[in-house]
Antibody, heavy 123, light 109 residues
Framework: QVQLQESGPGLVKPSETLSLTCAVSGYSISSGYYWGWIRQPPGKGLEWIGSIYHSGSTYYNPSLKSRVTISVDTSKNQFSLKLSSVTAADTAVYYC????????????????WGQGTMVTVSS | DIQMTQSPSTLSASVGDRVTITCRASQSISSWLAWYQQKPGKAPKLLIYKASSLESGVPSRFSGSGSGTEFTLTISSLQPDDFATYYCQQYNSYSPSLTFGGGTKVEIK
């Protein structure tokens, strides 16, 4: 079955860039679907960060757009998140996920999620 | 941006109770709404999509209804495994963002 696994540093210093990767198994990213990043600060709700298609088309949350870059590497069957100029407010569990439908839109629910990775921003 | 408001934020209930959670959108989202269940330390699990469609494998005691700006998630008979936090999410194509509600925690009474 399709599985997603996030990886990356658990601790990032303020003003630096947070970098995470989501490895996909059981499905080829090149075959379709939008793939997304969602985060959840400790004890708080969920926030969509952005989504990407295998072609490289990206869509970002306007509130984060100036700091976010999502990219895809189809040869490695993975996609990545970079968030620049981080502050303590970016401390959160970061999830990668796949949308529910194989249509050509990022406007969708997320039906397959990674387990999440905790990233703390602190000096 | 479309804002999603859930109520109540916390709900105390007993096994066997019928439970209803409400999600309101700041503008019409047609039926483009999903519901998730999240347990501590786990990723959210999709329960309902397109407001009322039950995701494969989800027990039939879960149901969703509504359209436009007001939506409900109903658990017909609360089971021990259902104590968790529930989130709604809008995915209307007129909004550049996907947005989630603030969550409803279902606790044991």
């Amino acid at each position: 079955q399709v599985q997603l696994q996030e990886s990356g540093p658990g601790l990032v210093k303020p003003s630096e860039t947070l970098s995470l990767t989501c490895a996909v198994s059981g499905y080829s990213i090149s075959s379709g679907y939008y793939w997304g990043w969602i985060r959840q600060p400790p004890g708080k709700g969920l926030e969509w960060i952005g989504s990407i298609y295998h072609s490289g088309s990206t869509y970002y949350n306007p509130s984060l757009k100036s700091r976010v870059t999502i990219s895809v590497d189809t040869s490695k069957n993975q996609f990545s998140l970079k968030l620049s100029s981080v502050t303590a407010a970016d401390t959160a569990v970061y999830y990668c996920a796949r949308v529910h439908s194989s249509g050509y839109s990022y406007h969708d629910a997320f039906d397959i999620w990674g387990q999440g990775t905790m990233v703390t921003v602190s000096s | 941006d479309i804002q999603m408001t859930q109520s109540p934020s916390t709900l105390s209930a007993s096994v066997g109770d019928r439970v209803t959670i409400t999600c309101r959108a700041s503008q019409s989202i047609s039926s483009w709404l999903a519901w998730y269940q999240q347990k501590p330390g786990k990723a959210p699990k999709l329960l309902i999509y397109k407001a009322s469609s039950l995701e494969s494998g989800v027990p039939s005691r879960f149901s969703g209804s509504g359209s436009g700006t007001e939506f409900t998630l109903t658990i017909s008979s609360l089971q021990p495994d259902d104590f968790a936090t529930y989130y709604c999410q809008q995915y209307n194509s007129y909004s550049p963002s996907l947005t989630f509600g603030g969550g409803t925690k279902v606790e044991i009474k």
